[in-house]
């Protein structure tokens, strides 16, 4: 999939114009509401200047968290609003609501120039349920469209598809974000380097089954780490212990594994504690091993030094999902591991892009984010581009010869 043939934010007029974004704004929060990673708003940035600069007016629109169709203060993105006034210089005003009178009457009050941020789409019901009337109240507040969400292009949500619909009267674009990461993947996904190796992480392997099986076809290896190798272990009659499995995906894991061609490859060793944290009872054992009242949190050393070496051999590589629980010590060195071989493999010329979410924020913990090529913004929207997925909201965005 490409965006290259859809118009961009760059290609229009936007004096004097008001342009709704939908951005991504999805960031995690500390407990006193401070944002512990800004990383999506950064990279929103260069959309909403190329507005701004060029006399236009910005309303911003983004889900955050999953408050339920109703205001939470819990959910609100009154912290995001804060953190682009700092980042853009300017004050950044906050909507006390998505679609209603407070929302209507700060648009109307805005001036060229002006930056302003609607509360959480998820606020509403409609955001969720796709509600073309909804998006009708949200279509009426600007004259462009603008798709500046690479995270939530996979999804049906009515700031996605039902409010470029409903603008289809007005200009409808792509963000320079969005433009980036989908002619990035869609081209290195075409065209890659070889050998093409996949990483695939985290904890079911109901999460990546499509994403495997076309893998399995374009790559010419994929490693598995992350608890979704313990359903393939139980699958070769392994024991797991008390660790994270689908009982109910055992027999599509041997499917999987019937039609992997050799390129499949499972962790030989596992780090298993009786319960994650620093003060449990850990120990390695080799994969398929795991004892009673211990579960696997973690590819073990051996699996690690294997993949790094797979990882050294190639030209592309994509990765998507840590191979264990990254955020508690001693389970971390499985993902570390893995990250450190892709930089080390990045400085030797290969490409390698991790592919947003738990991975993502892995290796910015890492302090490895910029020795890769690509750290993609959106984990569920990079993974349905593996799976070869087209995006209705992309989709619905005008052509160039428009």
């Known amino acids: 999939m490409t965006v290259a043939q859809k118009?961009?934010?760059?290609?229009?007029?936007?004096?004097?114009?008001?342009?709704?974004?939908?951005?991504?704004?999805?960031?995690?929060?500390a407990e006193d509401r401070q944002i512990t990673d800004d990383r999506r708003i950064r990279l929103a940035l260069p959309t909403i200047q190329s507005v701004l600069e060029r006399g236009g007016r910005v309303v911003m629109i983004s889900h955050l968290g999953r408050p339920g169709g109703k205001p939470n203060?819990?959910?609100?993105?009154?912290?995001?609003?804060?953190?682009?006034?700092?980042?853009?210089?300017?004050?950044?005003?906050l909507a006390a609501d998505v679609a209603g009178?407070?929302?209507?009457?700060?648009?109307?009050?805005m001036e060229d120039g002006d930056v302003l941020l609607l509360e959480n789409l998820r606020f509403e019901p409609g955001?969720?349920?796709?509600?073309?009337?909804?998006?009708?109240?949200?279509?009426?507040?600007?004259?462009?469209?603008?798709?500046?969400?690479?995270?939530?292009?996979?999804?049906?949500?009515?700031?996605?598809?039902?409010?470029?619909?409903a603008m289809e009267r007005k200009p409808r674009v792509v963000g320079l974000l969005v433009a980036r990461e989908m002619d990035y993947l869609s081209e290195t996904i075409a065209n890659p380097g070889?050998?093409?190796?996949?990483?695939?992480?985290?904890?079911?392997?109901?999460?990546?089954i499509s994403v495997i099986r076309q893998l399995l076809r374009s790559c010419d290896r994929i490693l598995i780490g992350g608890a979704m190798a313990y359903t393939f272990s139980l699958?070769?009659?392994?024991?797991?212990?008390n660790s994270l499995v689908e009982p109910d995906k055992v027999d599509l894991a041997k499917q999987l594994l019937d039609e992997d061609q050799g390129k499949l490859e499972l962790p030989v060793d596992t780090h298993c504690a009786t319960a994650p944290g620093a003060g449990a009872t850990?120990?390695?054992?080799?994969?398929?091993?795991?004892?009673?009242?211990?579960?696997?949190?973690?590819i073990g050393p051996q699996t690690a030094e294997k993949y790094a070496e797979f990882i050294a051999q190639a030209k592309t590589v994509v990765w998507n999902g840590p191979m264990g629980m990254f955020e508690v010590a001693p389970f971390d060195q499985g993902t570390l591991a893995v990250a450190q071989a892709l930089a080390h493999a990045t400085a030797n010329g290969a490409t390698t892009i991790v592919g947003g979410g738990d991975s993502a924020a892995a290796v910015e913990q890492m302090g490895l984010a910029n020795q890769v090529s690509h750290v993609s913004t959106g984990g569920g929207a990079s993974l349905a581009m593996l799976e070869g997925q087209t995006f209705a909201a992309v989709e619905r965005l005008d052509e160039m010869c428009k």
């Open 7 to 29: 118009k961009s934010i760059a290609d229009i007029e936007v004096a004097h114009r008001s342009v709704i974004i939908r951005c991504d704004f999805n960031v995690p929060l």
């Open 127 to 165: 955001e969720k349920s796709g509600d073309p009337a909804f998006a009708n109240r949200l279509g009426s507040f600007a004259d462009i469209y603008c798709n500046n969400a690479f995270g939530t292009c996979h999804r049906n949500d009515a700031s996605m598809v039902a409010l470029p619909e």
């Open 235 to 241: 699958a070769q009659g392994g024991s797991v212990g």
């Open 282 to 298: 850990g120990q390695i054992v080799a994969a398929g091993s795991i004892p009673d009242g211990f579960a696997g949190f973690d």
């Open 194 to 208: 070889r050998p093409f190796l996949a990483v695939l992480g985290g904890a079911k392997v109901s999460d990546k």
């Open 101 to 109: 009178g407070d929302a209507a009457e700060k648009i109307a009050a």
């Open 73 to 93: 203060p819990d959910f609100s993105l009154r912290p995001v609003a804060t953190r682009l006034s700092d980042l853009l210089g300017r004050p950044c005003g």
